[in-house]
């Protein structure tokens, strides 16, 4: 390492550190859906932080709680639990949060160092190895004096230009992954709003069901007319015509005439091939997990000889479908190429589109909200983590089956859609990736930034 970098601690370069306040004094009651919000360990994923999902208090109670505020370029770590997650606070959102009771801060002095050189930094394993070794892994995972411990990290500095210029090249990539994750999420949303504005609220069906198109001559349906817009404007006449004009009572309340209730069954078919990856130790696999699901539905990669145990095979064009714990909703469209190895846990159930219907009409089905709360009502088991829905039950819940035109009708609009968000995922993960494989080099200094201002000056840093 170059002679110039130097190893400090947290102390040494920390305007202020902070944890978050005792949980007596912050109680669920005080919870508020707007507000100041807090920052809980959910928060502490993505490629720097997820800004969302938030729980909020009043302004009131954020100045109570004024010790352990938090403010846009703060570095916050767990002190009790997934010790080892790190987050960097953005500035896009709020000016200020509160921290929850089991989470720590350090703002840095940015006159010694880069706040995300720090946060990068400790995402690296060599970071990751100095944060564990304060750590007690006695009972829940914690570390033990937290603030103490906190400011005795200790963490290796390059000059501060090549700190902001590592940091740069860092957050860059980041940055890219977090535009890629809200474009998935949004085409994601446009495919699910169809979905709910064709099979669940029927909307074409209703304006028909209320005289808004009866009358009206092929060309002026889809726009505006005798002063009033259709329900969704701008759906081409041929579309509107797959629909019927009434709507009927089923077992599942009103559905459009013609339309049936079947069974989950009826649309999808459950493959159940397993497959032993320790017989194949040398193929690398793409591992479908419960845990890879939680930690941003990116599937682990492995060589067969560490997956260790029966596996379902995972071929592409599938849903996977958890039944483990439904109350946490758990539905994967699957992103497997033909000729790539994907193994998924037997806690997923592996769905396949009956024809006519598509992976795209089963993904959106899944997350229906009729659909969830059918699901959680299968619960079996009695302990809170270990809660299943039996497969026979899950293939048998009840569902409407609607008519072939239809069904393909969907699938034209949808697929594309999520045909595109997978896209965005699959370079969200090739680009995390090269951060992953840069970092290390970077942080250690075997990989230089070469005449780092200058650097900086040419990108208007």
Known sequence: ????????????????????????????????TFGVPVIRGINLAGPRFVDSDYVYISEEKAHELRSSLAFPGDIVFTARGSIGSVGFVPAQTYDKYVLSPNLIKVTVNTKLADPLYVFYYFRSDRGQHEILSYASTTGVPNIARALESLRKFRIILPPLPEQRAIAHILGTLDDK???NQRMSQTLEQMARALFKAWFVDFEPVRAKCRGDLDGRPRWQRGVRAHGRAPIQPGLPAHLYDLFPA?????????????????????????????????????????HFSIPAFDEGQWPKTEYGEAIRSQKWHVPPGVVLLSKLNPEIERVWLVDVRPGEHAVCSTEFLVLRARSPFTRSFVYCLARSPLFRQ???????????????????????????VPPPHVAMAFDRLAESLLTRALECRRESRTLAGLRDALLPRLISG?????????FLRERGL
Do not use: C
Request: overall charge negative; cysteine-free.
């Open 374 to 400: 059918q699901l959680q009502s299968l619960v079996t088991g009695t302990s809170k983590s270990h809660q299943r829905a039996q497969v026979e039950s899950i293939l048998s819940l009840a569902t409407f």
């Open 1 to 32: 390492m170059a002679g110039e970098w130097r190893e400090v601690t947290i102390q040494e370069i920390a305007e202020r550190t902070a944890s978050g306040p005792f949980g007596s004094n912050v109680k669920a009651s005080e919870y508020r």
């Open 446 to 454: 075997k990989l230089r930034v070469k005449d780092a201002e200058r």
């Open 246 to 286: 009434r709507l009927v009572d089923s077992e599942l309340g009103e559905i459009p005439e013609g339309w049936r209730v079947g069974t989950l069954g009826d649309v999808v078919e459950h493959l159940r091939d397993q497959e032993n990856p320790l017989s194949s130790p040398q193929t690398l696999y793409q």
């Open 177 to 179: 992954i977090e535009l």
